[in-house]
């Protein structure tokens, strides 16, 4: 029965149905038109396809919730599946080969050549499949902070999920910057949902991520990963800022005192704490993955965080807990079917677990995302899963020369498909699947900017201690954060010092707050054998990576590793 001052039960979609979809329609028709043009030529049937350029974040949700199934947590972060794929496809990226980057491209395992006539291939392969849905998503942004480094990126994708992600992750333009956005520097195009075609020429699975720098494009194939196009971003950035801008690119996050000012870099690769180490309540967090080490000081690239799940409390990253709320997307993560909490201890999907949110999310970031100071620190993050490496040591400039060629951590489980347990890996510049140019490019710039502005620099293990994987114990946050704030008090810099065995490095003696046994992993082994059987075995690896960079280096770089 209706009331006559009641609201019939059939008027909230009424109202939705004349009012919001007509409204949105009107508004991307609008936004299109000028654009109407690129699309067409580009290959897109605009007779049959929907286009939705930047749509506000609760429609995003709500098409997320409408045709993939993703749901609404009890924060109100939106939580959503990237399918069969829960990490990166290392192996499967391609770099086009042509002229007019062929010579900057550090061919190898990494850079795998693709010929221009596959990605044409790939690419009409992408756009007929984006023309068979009803929705096609486009996010135009920004990559990098500083105006005169920053390039126009355009994301086009077929699942809500994906442009909210990259929403997170892209600066967000205002409203006059996106009706005056122009022409793309960067396009994506992903159609993760359809495979590649292995029987293509270079081809070697129904999974093909690439770049072509000459068209300066990007094709998705065979994976919903969104994390993919983030990665496909910095690669493109890691290429411009060296060879067309003369700046370092950097796999790093930084962050800067809200006291002192001091700017500091971390660098590291998923899982060694990056994210983490520089979310700190008397710090402002510039960014937490990717940055530029510029002439006039550091600038974010993206506009958001991703973030690990796995164990995620509220006790341990109260910062980033309290930042997956509204806006923000979860990301393979189980939850409570009843309550919608999410459950982050539980790994049954991936250990690869992951949150996205704008870095406003974050309480006390530097908005805008750059400074006009140069760094007073650097930190070099390491997972040591044979668990014999200190939790700090203090480098020379040849030590950290050595080891950031060297790049030595462990893959942790999830962060790349198929690792389940930690890998030890050296990834050189702490960047190696993101890398584009020669190692020594960035490894110079790196020398050169340190040596200018006199910067520290630390090794900090966050990997095993007391034993190796599977025996000893993960170093304990609390003790990580301690020997960080060490670092910034400048309490560190003043502390006595001993030297580290094999591998040469310089240990502090004491630090408030961390046990002795901690700071000097031979005590906390109860097996000295078996602990310096570990280390020459370590330090092996170590000399046997290294050789790929010895003709390139001096040799006080080259003596700066371990002496076994």
Not at 160 to 175: C, D, G, K, S, V
Not at 477 to 484: A, F, P, Q, S, V
Request: proline share 5%; with cysteine; aromatic share 10%.
């Amino acid at each position: 029965m209706v009331y006559p001052h009641s609201t019939p039960y059939v008027t909230p979609h009424i109202l939705h149905k004349h009012y919001a979809q007509a409204h949105d329609s009107e508004q991307y028709n609008e936004l299109i038109g000028r654009e109407m043009e690129y699309f067409s030529q580009a290959g897109f049937d605009m007779d049959k396809i929907t286009i939705k350029r930047n749509a506000p974040v609760a429609q995003l949700y709500e098409d997320a919730i409408r045709n993939e199934g993703a749901i609404i947590s009890a924060t109100g972060a939106l939580i959503n599946f990237s399918g069969k794929k829960t990490g990166r496809s290392p192996k499967d990226k391609r770099i086009v080969f042509e002229e007019t980057s062929k010579d900057d491209i550090w061919w190898g395992s990494v850079n795998i050549k693709m010929d221009e006539h596959t990605f044409e291939i790939n690419r009409e392969r992408a756009i007929d499949y984006l023309n068979t849905r009803d929705n096609v998503y486009v996010f135009d942004g920004f990559a990098g902070w500083d105006p005169r480094y920053r390039i126009k990126v355009r994301v086009i994708c077929a699942r809500a999920y994906h442009a909210l992600f990259m929403h997170n992750m892209l600066i967000r333009p205002t409203e006059e910057e996106l009706a005056n956005f122009g022409e793309p520097d960067f396009i994506i195009y992903n159609a993760g949902q359809f495979p590649a075609n292995r029987f293509t020429q270079g081809m070697s699975s129904t999974t093909s991520v690439e770049i072509n720098f000459k068209r300066m494009e990007m094709v998705i194939l065979g994976t919903e990963y969104a994390g993919e196009m983030k990665k496909g971003v910095f690669s493109v950035m890691h290429y411009l800022q060296p060879v067309k801008f003369g700046q370092l690119s950097l796999h790093s996050s930084a962050n800067v005192g809200i006291e002192k000012g001091d700017v500091t870099l971390f660098f590291g690769l998923s899982g060694t704490g990056k994210t983490t180490l520089s979310t700190d309540p008397r710090r402002q967090l510039i960014g937490d993955d990717e940055h530029v080490w510029s002439d006039n000081g550091v600038f974010n690239i993206e506009g958001g965080c991703y973030a690990k799940c796995i164990n995620l409390s509220a006790e341990k990253e109260p910062e980033i807990y309290n930042a997956i709320r509204f806006g923000s997307i979860l990301e393979n993560v189980v939850y409570n079917p009843a309550t919608r909490v999410p459950d982050y201890d539980d790994t049954s999907i991936t250990e690869n677990t992951r949150c996205a949110y704008p870095i406003e999310f974050i309480p006390g970031a530097r908005i805008p995302c750059i400074v006009d100071t140069q760094p007073s620190n650097i930190v070099m993050l390491t997972c040591d899963a044979f668990g014999v490496l200190p939790p700090v040591s203090k480098l020379s400039p040849e030590q950290a020369s050595y080891h950031f060629l060297a790049g030595y951590t462990s893959k942790t489980p999830g962060t790349e498909d198929g690792v389940l347990e930690p890998i030890p890996t050296f990834s050189t510049c702490y960047s190696a699947p993101f890398i584009v140019c020669h190692p020594g490019r960035y490894a110079s710039m790196l020398a050169e900017r340190m040596s200018q502005h006199n910067v520290n620099c630390w090794l900090i293990n966050t990997g095993w201690t007391g034993g190796k994987f599977g025996m000893g114990k993960r170093c304990p946050l609390k003790y990580t954060r301690r020997i960080i704030d060490s670092i910034h008090s400048g309490e560190l810099a003043q502390a006595e010092y001993e030297t580290f065995g094999v591998f040469n490095l310089e240990i502090p003696t004491a630090i408030e707050g961390v046990p002795r046994e901690v700071l000097n992993p031979e005590q906390a082994w109860s097996n000295r054998e078996a602990f310096d059987k570990e280390v020459k075995k370590l330090a092996g690896m170590f000399r046997k990576a290294f050789q790929v960079y010895e003709a390139d280096v001096e040799e006080k770089v080259r003596l700066a590793g371990p002496q076994v």
